[in-house]
């Protein structure tokens, strides 16, 4: 069994930064590729970050690429995303996932043991 918290969402201003936080519980995934996504009101869950155990290969989506970096570290079976020049459109709830087939990086349907969410607001 995996268990995915996410955490350090909040309130920023445009501009501005924060880090989110993946912790596993029950079972440790350092084997596994992570992912993050993100949903706002009314739209599909779309792909922000994912990266690999070995190598450490990361992937991102175009919209955030140079601004958010994800990373991992496998001794607190935690993955982080790093947000940095936050805009509003960036406001959505984030979740994290691990990757449970080998077909795409960006897609959902590529991800299970889905964590409860974190909110990310950036107002202007």
């Known amino acids: 069994q995996v268990q995915l918290v996410e955490s350090g969402g909040g309130l920023v201003q445009a501009g501005g930064s924060l880090r989110l936080s993946c912790a596993a519980s029950?079972?440790?995934?350092?084997?596994?590729?992570m992912g993050w996504f993100r949903q706002a009101p009314g739209k599909e869950r779309e792909f922000v970050a994912a990266?690999?155990?070995?190598?450490?290969?990361?992937y991102y989506a175009n919209s955030v690429k140079g601004r958010f970096t994800i990373s991992r570290d496998n001794a607190k079976n935690t993955v982080y995303l790093q947000m940095n020049s936050l805009k509003p459109e960036d406001t959505a709830v984030y979740y994290c996932?691990?990757?449970?087939?080998?077909?795409?990086?960006?897609?959902?349907?590529?991800?299970?043991?889905w964590g409860q969410g974190t909110q990310v607001t950036v107002s202007s």
């Open positions: 996932a691990r990757k449970i087939s080998s077909n795409s990086w960006y897609l959902a349907t590529e991800y299970g043991y």
């Open positions: 029950g079972r440790t995934f350092s084997s596994y590729a």
């Open positions: 990266i690999n155990w070995s190598p450490s290969s990361t």
